[in-house]
């Protein structure tokens, strides 16, 4: 599967930015796919994904701030941000994997997708 991300850029803190990652058109749609991220210095994490009911699934620290949405006619993975903090500041990749399970355990953890998009740097000051 491949992926390209799109849209990061620099924000004042409290701002927002859309993200987004363009999937293959053929790319099956029971493939898992999820937002990670990496701020220099520190491991991947994951940011958000959803699950194979269409649920959203987040990093508890991000709740309430991003929101992840797939849309299979335009093949794109998006994630909206919004109140951002330097924190958050991160090169953010998109990921798929043919499946993960248990996905509620296991979607985190960044050894399980096959395919990574090759990133875009979000900066917040």
């Known amino acids: 599967v491949q992926l390209v991300e799109s849209g990061g850029g620099s924000v004042q803190a409290g701002g927002s930015l859309r993200l987004s990652c363009a999937f293959d058109?053929?790319?099956?749609?029971?493939?898992?796919m999820a937002w990670f991220r990496q701020a220099p210095g520190k491991e991947r994490e994951g940011v958000a994904s959803?699950?194979?009911?269409?649920?959203?699934i987040y990093a508890n620290s991000l709740k309430g701030r991003f929101s992840i949405s797939k849309d299979n006619a335009r093949n794109w993975l998006d994630l909206q941000m919004n109140n951002l903090r330097p924190e958050d500041t991160a090169t953010y990749y998109c990921?798929?994997?043919?499946?993960?399970?248990?996905?509620?355990?296991?979607?985190?953890?960044?050894?399980?997708?096959?395919?990574w998009g090759q990133g875009t740097q979000v900066t917040v000051s």
């Open positions: 990921a798929s994997s043919p499946a993960i399970s248990p996905f509620h355990i296991a979607w985190t953890d960044s050894r399980r997708y096959t395919s």
């Open positions: 058109a053929y790319t099956p749609a029971n493939v898992r």
């Open positions: 959803l699950a194979s009911d269409g649920s959203s």
